[in-house]
């Protein structure tokens, strides 16, 4: 069976996964995403892969995805000066959903 993989990358490490997919023959679709609590730029990233090019797929997001540390920024707990809101989050690195597909067609 084959698989889909959507995975949503820090835009900061877009490029560098989406050239280490590319150099080792993977095809990938890049579309422009943003969210998260820091309204953050991502870029989701799919694969339609077979079976034994999965774990090649994930070893590459492993190897060119990370996390990273920021400030909150103000404006996102809407002005509040309380103790009990984070200064700083720990965000990045690849959140990687893998699907189950009956078929890749590509035409």
């Known amino acids: ?6 995975a949503i990358v820090h835009r ?11 150099a080792s023959g993977l095809r990938v679709t890049e579309l422009g995403s943003q969210g998260g609590f820091l309204r ?4 989701t990233l799919m694969l339609g892969l077979e079976d034994e090019q999965v774990a090649k797929a994930m070893g590459i997001l492993e190897a060119n995805c990370r996390t990273r540390t920021e400030q909150v920024p103000v404006d996102v707990t809407g002005g ?14 690849a959140t990687i959903f893998v699907l189950p597909i009956d078929q ?4």
């Open 1 to 6: 069976m084959s698989k889909l993989i959507i």
């Open 12 to 22: 900061d490490d877009s490029r560098r996964v989406v050239n280490a997919f590319q």
């Open 40 to 43: 953050a730029r991502n870029v």
């Open 80 to 93: 509040l000066d309380a103790p009990w809101l984070p200064a700083e989050v720990t965000h990045g690195g």
């Open 104 to 107: 890749i067609r590509r035409i």
